[in-house]
């Protein structure tokens, strides 16, 4: 007669696995079922002929991870999307789904991640004194912006430390461009920003560093690019030309952007103004044809560095120190500016050297 006891002692073959094995099996078998589970759970919900009437019906009913699809058509709402993260898509051609009024913003993203990708945006009350400046406001949280258009509206605001991306956009004929102040830190990159009447770009406050790159600024009403407060944004590889008032403006007190591989041109004001005690480092920028002074660095305090920059064909000088500043400027090429290459008023302290200089 056999102990059944003893059959514990017998292996019972190759596939037996021992606690801790089964217990990683069981783990990962569950952490795949969760995962089908969400995937299969997550929906597409179509706003247009046959779905919603309207895109805010459609993020209400809609849950993490949803795709709110919207198809063409004039949408004249406006859309909050507050704490989930969903996607919002145009389903056609961009320029025929088209969302926002004269009421208040287009869409307001509050602390979400959601997506929001191929639209029209307009509208928005264009008076930056009222809460509904922007077509497209951004507080808070990490949301993905691209392949939007937005025009003849309140522009776009990043604001409560918000960061996330807006790419690949056009942003035309607004009151202004982006702004972006409160601890914002989003990416801007790759987007048209022309003919805005305020700014193409403002910048503002202690904590906001957005990085902005390779964008196209140009023809606006105003300045190109503002950096103010102590905002201490990372600018780069952008082209900002044929604005109204200055190209790139940067002033305060611990406002200190890198400014690099820019081209600057063709301005009707400074291509860049440096006042007020800002200290930003600006190099290896194209700076040229201005109006008036390629780099003007102007009041006591204001102390930058100005490195390897080339300046050439401006109608002023082609840097001009005044009011006491005392920048750093070396390693520059400055040619061909009608009121002599580096102009400095007596009271201003600048550090000079190696630059190469003709008129």
């Not at 008036?292 to 001009?320: E, F, M, Q, W, Y």
Request: aromatic share 4%; net charge neutral.
């Amino acid at each position: 007669m056999t102990d059944d006891r003893s059959k514990a002692l017998v292996p019972q073959g190759p596939t037996s696995l021992t606690p801790l094995g089964r217990l990683a099996e069981r783990t990962l078998a569950e952490r795949t079922e969760r995962e089908v589970r969400a995937l299969v759970a997550t929906r597409t919900l179509v706003v247009g002929p046959g779905g919603y009437a309207t895109i805010s019906a459609a993020v209400e009913a809609a849950g993490h991870g949803d795709t709110v699809l919207v198809k063409p058509g004039r949408y004249k709402e406006s859309v909050i999307v507050d704490g989930k993260t969903i996607t919002i898509q145009g389903d056609g051609d961009r320029d025929t789904i088209v969302v926002g009024w004269d009421q208040g913003p287009a869409f307001v993203l509050v602390k979400t991640r959601s997506t929001l990708t191929g639209l029209t945006i307009v509208g928005g009350n264009p008076d930056p004194a009222s809460d509904g400046f922007a077509s497209l406001g951004i507080s808070g949280g990490a949301p993905q912006l691209d392949h939007l258009l937005l025009r003849n509206g309140g522009g776009v605001v990043f604001a409560g430390g918000a960061a996330g991306a807006i790419e690949h956009s056009e942003i035309r004929r607004n009151r202004c461009g982006i702004l972006a102040y409160g601890g914002a830190s989003p990416r801007i990159e790759g987007n048209e920003i022309w003919a805005n009447v305020a700014f193409g770009m403002s910048i503002v406050g202690a904590g906001t560093d957005p990085l902005v790159r390779a964008n196209r600024v140009h023809d606006g009403k105003g300045p190109g690019l503002l950096v103010r407060e102590g905002a201490s944004p990372r600018i780069e590889g952008n082209e900002i030309w044929a604005n109204a008032g200055l190209a790139i403006g940067i002033s305060g007190a611990g406002t200190d952007p890198l400014v690099r591989a820019n081209r600057v041109h063709d301005g009707k004001g400074p291509g860049i103004l440096v006042d007020e005690g800002a200290s930003p480092r600006i190099e290896a920028n194209e700076v040229w044809s201005h109006a008036d002074v390629g780099i003007a660095i102007l009041d006591a305090g204001t102390d930058p560095l100005v490195h390897a920059n080339r300046v050439r064909g401006c109608k002023g000088s082609g840097i001009l120190v005044s009011g006491g500043a005392s920048p750093t400027i070396r390693g520059n090429t400055i040619t061909g500016n009608a009121r002599g290459a580096i102009l400095v008023t007596p009271e201003s302290v600048p550090t000079l050297g190696r630059n190469v200089v003709s008129d």
